[in-house]
């Protein structure tokens, strides 16, 4: 396997800033488990894998012990790809999101995964499958209908505890920014990627989160960059 970057932006005249998206070429299935160790993630584009590298989040099944759902099922090809993309739209209203993913974009690894209310689908998530011990949870989108039943969190327990009864070593949660992200390091066994190492120290990623969502100018990111402590103005 093979790094490489495509340099999409820099600034010198006023600021200092580089804009670098490095990508990993030319992985050999018996490497996949050792890019994931390295902090690499595969995204979908134009049904290609395409390694990216980012703040991962994962959790060691074995330290986790969650309960199966009974309202679920795995999906079989043909999707019903418009009531996806309806629920999707759905999610996306209800969470201010700009519609970021094109449903029907799968890779031969992934999996479906859908939740019912009685016989109506009201959640699905995609399950994107690495090797015999790794396996990450790529999106999870919901209607809201009934937001009383907590499904965000129920369904990604019981995806954790699902992979673990497949036999699968790590679950990944994708990446971890901003604070909608912070959740995440409620997961028993959380672990996340620093850029050099696996960490298990959640305050310093919940602080990092909180960061990242009020960085909104080049001149807080810069102070953001400056800065290593933890800032107590920081909410």
């Given at each position: 396997m093979q790094i490489i970057f495509n340099h999409k932006f820099g600034t010198h005249r006023k600021s200092s800033i580089v804009l670098s998206y490095p990508e990993l070429i030319n992985v050999a299935e018996h490497e996949t488990d050792s890019a994931l160790e390295q902090g690499w993630l595969?995204?979908?584009?134009?049904?290609?894998?395409?390694?990216?590298?980012?703040?991962?989040t994962r959790t060691r099944l074995d330290s986790t012990n969650y309960d199966l759902l009974d309202n679920y099922k795995i999906l079989e090809q043909p999707y019903p790809l418009d009531l996806l993309d309806h629920i999707y739209d759905q999610f996306c209203y209800h969470k201010n999101y700009v519609k970021y993913f094109e449903v029907g974009d799968f890779l031969s690894r992934d999996i479906v995964m859908s939740?019912?209310?009685?016989?109506?689908?009201?959640?699905?998530t995609k399950l994107r499958k690495y090797s015999m011990s790794a396996i990450e949870s790529t999106l999870f989108v919901w209607d809201y209908k009934d937001p009383q039943s907590h499904l965000g969190i129920n369904g990604l327990n019981h995806e954790i505890a699902?992979?673990?009864?497949?036999?699968?070593?790590?679950?990944y949660m994708g990446s971890g920014y901003e604070k909608n992200s912070i959740y995440k390091s409620d997961i028993d066994g959380f672990?996340?990627?620093?850029?050099?190492?696996?960490?298990?120290?959640?305050?310093?990623?919940?602080?990092?989160?909180?960061?990242?969502s009020i960085v909104g100018s080049?001149?807080?990111?810069?102070?953001?960059?400056?800065s290593l402590q933890h800032d107590c103005n920081i909410p």
């Open positions: 595969i995204t979908a584009k134009n049904g290609q894998d395409v390694w990216y590298q980012s703040r991962s939740y019912y209310a009685g016989n109506t689908m009201t959640a699905w699902w992979a673990k009864a497949q036999g699968y070593e790590y679950f672990e996340w990627w620093t850029g050099s190492a696996w960490s298990q120290d959640c305050d310093q990623y919940i602080w990092l989160c909180r960061r990242d080049n001149a807080q990111l810069h102070t953001a960059l400056a």
